[in-house]
């Protein structure tokens, strides 16, 4: 673990002991004060982007006490309920549920499998990721923010890979007139993992 703060092992041990007290919240609190999943689908030939964001998302790191961040990261879970999400829009939150995720088989679950540092706030992880009874390896960039404590990872799913040809058609069916005739298979999706009591600006190499 390479750990350098200028206070000395005191103030090493104290953030420490706050990088575990963490963890153990995030297994066991309300992940949504946790954990953010957002997504960005797009529509029309102009591929304009449609945000939404899931609204219940299980967070279950593999170590309780990570002696690190890549350590509670690998081989972390997440399971996300897909009838719970939010666009900003009543009507399309009811379509995307009854006609997208409605047509596919059971809800999304996720496992991070791999988690590469480049930089002391930057890299990689690879997510395996189960939608439609079908586990694709997503390969997501992420970002390491101090000030605010919270890791972003950021990747692109293809529905085709899920076998989700059918849900598309479905969606684009649905909403042909709002969408011109076009709806993507490509989907951004965002995660935001907040890192409650732990950081400084002291603190680097936090995945050694």
């Not at 829009?89 to 009854?98: E, F």
């Not at 189960?130 to 923010?145: A, G, Q, R, S, W």
């Not at 076998?163 to 069916?173: D, R, V, Y």
Request: hydrophobic content about 40%; some cysteine; glycine content about 8%.
């Amino acid at each position: 673990m390479i750990i350098l703060i200028k206070q000395g092992k005191t103030m090493k041990r104290i953030l420490f002991f706050l990088l575990i007290s963490a963890t153990m919240l995030m297994a066991e609190a309300d992940q949504s004060k946790f954990v953010k999943v957002y997504w960005k689908a797009f529509k029309t030939f102009e591929k304009i982007g449609v945000d939404g964001e899931f609204t219940s998302v299980k967070f279950t790191p593999k170590q309780l006490k990570a002696k690190n961040l890549k350590s509670l990261l690998l081989g972390a879970k997440i399971a996300i309920d897909t009838s719970k999400l939010e666009t900003n829009n009543i009507g399309r939150n009811k379509k995307i549920v009854k006609m997208f995720f409605g047509k596919l088989d059971g809800n999304i679950t996720g496992e991070i499998v791999k988690a590469e540092a480049k930089t002391t706030n930057s890299g990689k992880i690879i997510a395996k990721i189960t939608m439609n009874k079908k586990d694709v390896l997503i390969p997501m960039k992420y970002t390491f923010d101090y000030k605010h404590n919270q890791l972003v990872a950021i990747g692109v799913l293809d529905i085709f890979d899920f076998e989700g040809n059918a849900a598309l058609k479905s969606m684009n069916t649905e909403c042909f007139d709002l969408h011109k005739g076009k709806t993507w298979n490509d989907v951004e999706i965002e995660f935001r993992i907040h890192i409650e009591g732990y950081g400084g600006k002291n603190v680097q190499g936090i995945f050694g």
